[in-house]
């Protein structure tokens, strides 16, 4: 099992940028599918961004594509979310998770261990 801690959320104004980290612990990253999800208040959690093991492959949600990039360093056990051109809509908590799979994929069920989360927000 991966412990997963989040950080670098917010809150920004509209057109901001955020990095946020998320950094493991406990298990071997290395071997992991790492994904990024957000939940807004009163909305389900939804997929963000997703990358492959080794970083050869990466997916996104529609409409963070070309606004956000999900990169990893497995030297540092750590995941990274870098959201540029930030708007209200992109408003949530935002959660990482581990997936000890090879396949990459969008599915909140495909992931086994999840982060508690940090909050971002946008102000227009």
């Known amino acids: 099992q991966v412990q997963l801690v989040e950080s670098g959320g917010g809150l920004v104004q509209a057109g901001a940028s955020l990095r946020l980290s998320c950094a493991a612990s406990g298990g071997t990253f290395s071997s992991s599918v790492m994904g990024w999800f957000r939940q807004a208040p009163g909305k389900v959690r939804e997929f963000v961004a997703a990358i492959s093991r080794g970083s050869a492959s990466a997916v996104y949600e529609d409409s963070v594509k070309g606004r956000f990039l999900i990169s990893r360093d497995n030297a540092k056990n750590t995941a990274y979310l870098q959201m540029n051109s930030l708007n209200p809509e992109d408003t949530a908590v935002y959660y990482c998770?581990?997936?000890?799979?090879?396949?990459?994929?969008?599915?909140?069920?495909?992931?086994?261990?999840w982060g508690q989360g940090t909050q971002v927000t946008v102000s227009s």
């Open positions: 998770a581990a997936r000890r799979s090879f396949l990459v994929t969008k599915s909140l069920s495909g992931y086994d261990d």
